[in-house]
């Protein structure tokens, strides 16, 4: 590590510290040259998740836009913030587990979807007739079946 004052790379860590989270190591150095003190932080550089969108376009996975479409769709129905954000987290784990790090965007939609689909009936509905792009009526009165015969078996 090159000190920040005269550039020279030769120091001894005095102290570290993990952060709240532990994902970071925070590194206090010397520098053995002209003894000045200096702060270093120390992170796991993430892989990042592509999503392959349905035109072919790549684009970062963004788990803002996950929790964006999932508020539209949960709209004045009662599903709490934490349910959303332990299933986002939840989904982001999985694709960071995954071995590929490029994932279709409908394998994203289709977990939000069945999500939903255990949430609420509602929430479902709306969030599927925006993915699937419903075009009339009709769609959303076949998606609304589905959904009724698989709650009453």
């Given at each position: 590590?090159?000190?920040p004052y005269c550039s020279e790379i030769e120091n001894k860590v005095i102290d570290s510290r993990l952060s709240k989270d532990a994902s970071v190591i925070r590194r206090r150095r010397e520098c053995l040259t002209c003894s000045r003190r200096f702060t270093t932080y120390e992170h796991i550089e993430e892989i990042p998740i592509?999503?392959?969108k349905k035109d072919g376009r790549r684009e970062l996975?963004?788990?803002d836009k996950v929790r964006s479409g999932m508020l539209k769709a949960c709209e004045k129905r009662n599903?709490?913030?934490n349910s959303i954000e332990e299933f986002i987290d939840d989904m982001e784990r999985d694709l960071r587990e995954a071995e590929?790090?490029?994932i279709p965007a409908a394998v994203v939609g289709e977990k939000i979807m069945a999500k939903l689909h255990e949430l609420d009936g509602v929430a479902y509905v709306r969030f599927a007739s925006v993915y699937r792009e419903f075009k009339d009526v009709n769609d959303f009165v076949s998606e609304l079946r589905k959904l009724l015969s698989t709650e009453n078996p």
């Open positions: 590590m090159k000190c592509m999503i392959i996975f963004n788990r599903i709490s913030m590929e790090k490029e």
